[in-house]
């Protein structure tokens, strides 16, 4: 059999095993990696059929609001709000709960049906902070009617359950990288620091997004090891992050960053490794992707994070809400939501 012809067999034999729903083994994810773009057509077409089949042709848009800005004590090689690095991100205490609760009411005017809170700093955990975000969340489910994230740090079990009991559906904690690759980009806390944020959320019975960063200098075989932890540790959706590199921070003058056909490879391997959870598209998008970014979906994303991000200016969401349209998708209609009984003053 000539060697094109087994390739393809390999590749048609991952697509029916995600199709079927079963886990792609550490070693196609690997070869999947490995193979030259001749093959990137039927990678995608068979990503694009395992979304089809378990994700349906609905794509579901989110947006992130940076609600507390810099002044952050860990070291992340890529993040502009980190203390150890010069850059020209903005700097503000925890915005009040009604700044929150309007920006979350533009974005769900302008098409988001999930909405993040985020915070800089190694955690939140002082309860006054903790009070604004836990009135918030109450509002945006109660008077919004939309579907609440938060990316706060590390955060305990308690302040996990109270911000469950004030509303909120699901916790974002990206692990960013593998285990191995984590010290040459972060070096002020643990990768078990990541691990154990997400294992609390998820024995909380709370929804957990966590991914990674990709262009931070990583191997194959670190993503492959970033996808199989994530795997592991059952969350319910992956975010694909791509690598801005940003003046001030360290990756900004190393040979960091990803480009365009290595970019949609990962979003490719990502939904076929990944059959039935979501795979949603974040930060760096259009650097990496330029004008494919409409590929996305193609090639096995369901979701998208439009609008800005957490320190840098996004599309506009009413840009990304046609493009939706003109690839032939529809919005994931608005969640069905019970209203939560708080009593926080």
């Given at each position: 059999?000539?060697?094109?012809?087994?390739?393809?067999?390999?590749?048609?034999?991952?697509?029916?095993?995600?199709?079927?729903?079963?886990?792609?083994?550490?070693?196609?994810?690997?070869?999947?990696?490995?193979?030259?773009?001749?093959?990137?057509?039927?990678?995608?077409?068979?990503?694009?059929?395992?979304?089809?089949?378990?994700?349906?042709?609905?794509?579901?848009?989110?947006?992130?609001?940076?609600?507390?800005?810099?002044?952050?004590?860990?070291?992340?090689?890529?993040?502009?709000?980190?203390?150890?690095?010069?850059?020209?991100?903005?700097?503000?205490?925890?915005?009040?709960?009604?700044?929150?609760?309007?920006?979350?009411?533009?974005?769900?005017?302008?098409?988001?049906?999930?909405?993040?809170?985020?915070?800089?700093?190694?955690?939140?955990?002082?309860?006054?902070?903790?009070?604004?975000?836990?009135?918030?969340?109450?509002?945006?489910?109660?008077?919004?009617?939309?579907?609440?994230?938060?990316?706060?740090?590390?955060?305990?079990?308690?302040?996990?359950?109270?911000?469950?009991?004030?509303?909120?559906?699901?916790?974002?904690?990206?692990?960013?990288?593998?285990?191995?690759?984590?010290?040459?980009?972060?070096?002020?806390?643990?990768?078990?620091?990541?691990?154990?944020?997400?294992?609390?959320?998820?024995?909380?019975?709370?929804?957990?997004?966590?991914?990674?960063?990709?262009?931070?200098?990583?191997s194959v075989d670190d993503r492959v090891s970033l996808f199989s932890l994530l795997r592991?540790?059952?969350?319910?959706?992956?975010?694909?992050?791509?690598?801005?590199?940003?003046?001030?921070?360290?990756?900004?003058?190393?040979?960091?960053?990803?480009?365009?056909?290595?970019?949609?490879?990962?979003?490719?391997?990502?939904?076929?490794?990944?059959?039935?959870?979501?795979?949603?598209?974040?930060?760096?998008?259009?650097?990496?992707?330029?004008?494919?970014?409409?590929?996305?979906?193609?090639?096995?994303?369901?979701?998208?994070?439009?609008?800005?991000?957490?320190?840098?200016?996004?599309?506009?969401?009413?840009?990304?809400?046609?493009?939706?349209?003109?690839?032939?998708?529809?919005?994931?209609?608005?969640?069905?939501?019970?209203?939560?009984?708080?009593?926080?003053?």
């Amino acid at each position: 059999m000539p060697m094109d012809d087994e390739i393809i067999s390999r590749i048609s034999a991952c697509t029916e095993t995600a199709l079927a729903g079963k886990n792609l083994s550490t070693d196609d994810a690997r070869w999947l990696f490995s193979l030259p773009e001749s093959f990137a057509p039927l990678i995608r077409k068979g990503a694009d059929e395992v979304r089809e089949k378990h994700r349906g042709h609905r794509i579901d848009p989110c947006t992130v609001m940076n609600a507390k800005s810099g002044g952050c004590s860990e070291d992340c090689h890529f993040c502009a709000q980190s203390t150890h690095f010069r850059t020209i991100a903005p700097t503000y205490e925890l915005m009040a709960s009604d700044s929150i609760v309007e920006s979350a009411r533009k974005a769900r005017d302008n098409g988001t049906r999930r909405f993040c809170i985020g915070t800089s700093g190694r955690s939140l955990e002082n309860p006054l902070e903790l009070r604004v975000v836990q009135k918030a969340l109450g509002r945006m489910r109660d008077e919004l009617g939309l579907w609440s994230c938060a990316t706060l740090g590390s955060v305990s079990q308690n302040t996990i359950d109270l911000l469950k009991d004030s509303g909120l559906n699901r916790l974002h904690h990206n692990l960013e990288t593998s285990r191995n690759h984590f010290p040459k980009i972060v070096s002020t806390h643990s990768y078990d620091d990541r691990i154990e944020t997400v294992v609390k959320a998820k024995d909380a019975g709370m929804s957990v997004c966590s991914g990674g960063i990709f262009g931070v200098g990583e191997s194959v075989d670190d993503r492959v090891s970033l996808f199989s932890l994530l795997r592991d540790l059952d969350v319910d959706s992956i975010p694909i992050n791509f690598l801005v590199p940003i003046a001030g921070t360290p990756l900004f003058d190393r040979e960091a960053g990803i480009d365009t056909e290595e970019a949609l490879r990962v979003i490719s391997v990502a939904r076929l490794f990944f059959p039935t959870k979501e795979v949603r598209i974040c930060g760096g998008r259009m650097p990496a992707l330029k004008d494919r970014h409409p590929e996305i979906f193609s090639h096995g994303a369901d979701g998208v994070m439009i609008g800005n991000y957490l320190t840098r200016s996004g599309r506009s969401p009413d840009l990304d809400i046609r493009m939706i349209h003109e690839q032939g998708f529809e919005l994931v209609p608005p969640h069905p939501l019970t209203p939560v009984a708080t009593d926080l003053g």
